[in-house]
């Protein structure tokens, strides 16, 4: 006897889902960011810079969910632009040190306020105990072995 084959919903399909809930979450950002003429991708570094300080390129892949290769040419641009500084490691020449620059911090400070908007709209829909309890279960969600 075949085994019958059972399709979820694309409306309970957990990456659809994913999909969906980052698009609506993404749609404001996006706009702030047009205004700016900013990409997500130097958003998420500027992010990471603010709140780690100087740090490995790897370390900033990994905190703002980016390929290391795009990351360097994402890099190349930001010091282009003068947003960022990059040095080599004095202990560790293989490794590439990245720091926000004056520049950075200015465009990151006079967009702050605007972003804590959008999470504060966010959590006042949704309610702080239901945005944690997401959070919390989107982080336990990492964890799941495949």
């Known amino acids: 006897m075949k085994a019958q084959s059972h399709t979820r919903s694309i409306s309970r399909s957990l990456p659809i889902a994913l999909l969906r809930a ?3 979450v993404m749609a404001p950002v996006r706009d702030m960011l047009q205004g700016i ?5 130097k958003w998420r570094v500027l ?3 603010d709140e780690f ?3 490995e390129q790897s370390t900033i892949a990994k905190e703002a969910c980016l390929l290391l290769p795009s990351l360097t040419r994402i890099l190349r ?3 282009s632009e003068g ?5 080599q ?3 560790d020449k293989r490794r590439t040190m990245v720091r926000i620059t004056g520049e950075g911090h200015r465009i990151f400070e006079e967009n702050r306020l605007v972003s804590h908007e959008i999470y504060a709209n966010i959590e006042e829909q949704m309610g702080r105990h239901k945005l944690d ?14």
């Open 22 to 24: 980052r698009e609506t």
């Open 37 to 41: 003429q900013m990409t997500e991708q």
């Open 47 to 49: 992010r990471v810079l």
């Open 53 to 55: 300080g100087e740090v």
């Open 77 to 79: 641009t930001m010091e």
């Open 83 to 87: 947003q960022v500084t990059r040095r």
């Open 89 to 91: 490691d004095s202990h």
């Open 133 to 146: 309890r997401l959070l919390d279960l989107l982080e336990e969600l990492r964890s799941v072995k495949f």
